[in-house]
């Protein structure tokens, strides 16, 4: 079918490093749950982006540089961690204040 990835992957982070918002780009090639959080360097939950079940696809999802209580993190390196069905998958990105 056209226009269904044929894999999963986690694509990519746009721009990176970033000030106000960075683009969190994954493909499903299943339809499943998906959970996409970010992460400190030292391992705690900053930001729950998504936890739900979607539709294979392309998908855009944003982050602000906020925490799950909508305050503005610190300066610093986070990873970004994509978990699928078809695998877990993570991105290092960098946010400026």
């Known amino acids: 079918r056209p226009g269904i990835p044929t894999s999963t992957s986690f694509d ?3 721009p990176n490093p970033f000030r106000s918002n960075a683009s969190l780009v994954f493909s499903l090639a299943k339809q499943g749950q998906v959970e996409l959080a970010i992460f400190s360097v030292d391992g705690r939950r900053v930001r729950t982006i998504a936890r739900e079940t ?3 696809g392309v998908y855009s999802l944003a982050w602000d540089g906020n925490d799950d209580g909508g ?5 610093g ?6 978990v699928t069905g078809q695998g877990q998958f993570s991105r290092s990105l960098v946010y400026l204040k």
């Open 12 to 14: 990519g982070l746009a």
């Open 54 to 56: 979607k539709s294979a």
């Open 71 to 75: 305050r503005a993190v610190n300066a």
């Open 77 to 82: 390196v986070y990873y970004a961690r994509l």
